[in-house]
C-alpha cells in the first residue's frame, strides 16, 4: 500500500500561484510514477501532470503546459505541483496518484490520495 497526502489547497485570485505537495508513505517511492489529476464539480476527472520514477520526464496536459511544474524529491518521498497563472476555470480537487513503474500520460494509476481543493477566484 502507498499512503499520498495531499496539502497546498486554498483560495487564490486569477493569475495567481499556489504550490501542491503530496506525500508518499508505504513503499519505496522511486518505484513510482507520479501523477497530479483534478475534477471540477459537475467534470470528469481529468490529467493535470506526471512524471517518471527518477523526475528526468515531465508530462503535462496542453491546457497547462508553459503555466505547471511538476517535481519530485525521492529521497524525501514527495511530489510537488507549482501552479502560475492560474484561472477561474482551474477550480477544482486536486488528486495526487501513484503509478508503479512506468506510467507516461497513463490515466491508470493505483493509489489516489484524498484530494486537496483549489479556489481560484475571479
Known amino acids: 500500500q502507498v499512503q499520498l497526502v495531499e496539502s497546498g489547497g486554498g483560495l487564490v485570485q486569477a493569475g495567481g500561484s499556489l504550490r501542491l505537495s503530496c506525500a508518499a508513505s508505504g513503499r519505496t517511492f522511486s518505484y513510482y510514477h507520479m501523477g497530479w489529476f483534478r475534477q471540477a464539480p459537475g467534470k470528469e476527472r481529468e490529467f493535470v501532470a506526471a512524471?517518471?520514477?527518477?523526475?528526468?520526464?515531465?508530462y503535462y496536459a496542453d491546457s497547462v503546459k508553459g503555466r505547471f511544474t511538476i517535481c519530485r524529491d525521492n529521497a524525501e518521498n514527495t511530489v510537488s505541483l507549482q501552479m502560475n497563472s492560474l484561472k477561474p476555470g482551474e477550480t477544482a480537487v486536486y488528486y495526487c496518484a501513484a503509478k508503479h513503474g512506468s506510467g507516461g500520460m497513463s490515466q491508470d494509476y493505483d493509489y489516489w490520495g484524498q484530494g486537496t481543493q483549489v479556489t481560484v477566484s475571479s
Open positions: 512524471i517518471s520514477l527518477s523526475g528526468s520526464t515531465t
